[in-house]
């Protein structure tokens, strides 16, 4: 082996052990979150980390492997609220998080709070993709794919686990990446939620990569992931983007807000989707808000703005569940 083949092997090499070491503190960055979830909601709520499998994973590193082709097992946290009467039937909340490779943390723990002080039961998955799982689990990921579909395995988890649920009072939300999966949720199933509420969420992936960095880029077009550039594969891009899949729109009601400040998702995007909405003609319900503080975060802080913008999304599950 030549010196320089020496040195590029062992430069892989040690950022192997990098990345191992990042991906064992990811572990340990969710542990302490769901420290933090039991300690900051334990008040209110029986807190609980379920287990359950979805699809196997679309890109099967060993195709040929043991195992392969297994259901790919997902976990999500729930939150039913203290005293609840277990002899009446109870509404769902399916809260899908954000992020392209994220989980579900304590800095929902707001948001989570208010759904159980209004009786909500919710479940929270952490997707394929999801950090804290080990690298096998983050390179699983399938954005706008089969991360939908472990959302729907978290829905009926619960409602298998928890016979008080009403699975006619079933509601889905998100922000971000989680009101992307949302979308296309009651897209795909629109007889499994009675409501859905998307803020600031990702819907149109083509358009996304245009603006966004190629460092961003890259997390899509990885050999594990989609494996192409939207350059290389529009059409993808598009089956995986909600403002270009609406014409599944069944008419589930759905209420959406933005903002023109987002520094994350750009208003066009949520902007395309309002237009290809409104080209459907089913009824739903938006608000824009002009430049709100906080921009892509503007109504998960503790604002007045924030309290007033989600006090009109629960108003509005409320009237479904």
């Not at 092997?9 to 990042?22: F, S």
Request: proline residues 6%; hydrophobic residues 40%; glycine residues 10%.
């Amino acid at each position: 082996m030549s010196e320089q083949a020496g040195q590029a092997a062992e430069i892989a090499q040690l950022r192997k052990l990098v990345e191992d070491q990042a991906f064992a503190l990811e572990g340990l960055g969710r542990q302490l979150d769901e420290l933090l979830l039991r300690q900051r909601l334990g008040d209110i709520a029986e807190v609980d980390l379920v287990r359950f499998t979805g699809p196997p994973k679309r890109v099967e590193p060993n195709p040929t492997g043991q195992g392969a082709g297994n259901p790919l097992p997902i976990s999500a946290y729930t939150f039913v609220p203290t005293g609840l009467d277990q002899g009446a039937k109870h509404p769902l909340i399916v809260f899908p998080h954000g992020g392209v490779h994220s989980r579900f943390g304590a800095g929902a723990a707001n948001v989570v709070r208010e759904l159980l002080e209004r009786g909500y039961v919710v479940i929270a998955p952490d997707y394929r993709g999801s950090t804290g799982y080990g690298r096998a689990f983050y390179e699983a990921i399938d954005y706008g794919g089969r991360e939908v579909d472990d959302t729907a395995a978290a829905r009926d988890c619960a409602l298998a686990l928890y016979p008080f649920l009403d699975p006619a009072r079933v509601g889905i939300v998100g922000w971000s990446h989680g009101g992307m999966i949302a979308l296309l949720s009651i897209f795909a199933e629109p007889a499994a939620y009675a409501v859905a509420y998307t803020a600031v969420p990702v819907s149109d992936l083509v358009a996304r990569m245009g603006y966004k960095s190629a460092t961003y880029q890259r997390l899509f077009s990885a050999p594990y992931h989609l494996g192409k550039t939207a350059e290389h594969d529009v059409a993808e891009y598009r089956r995986r983007s909600p403002s270009w899949q609406t014409a599944q729109y069944a008419g589930t009601p759905l209420l959406i807000h933005t903002t023109t400040n987002d520094e994350d998702v750009n208003v066009l995007e949520v902007e395309r989707l309002i237009q290809a909405l409104k080209g459907e003609g089913k009824p739903f319900e938006y608000r824009i808000y002009e430049d709100a503080p906080g921009g892509h975060i503007f109504n998960r802080i503790d604002t007045p703005l924030a309290r007033e913008s989600r006090a009109a999304a629960w108003e509005f599950l409320a009237q479904y569940l």
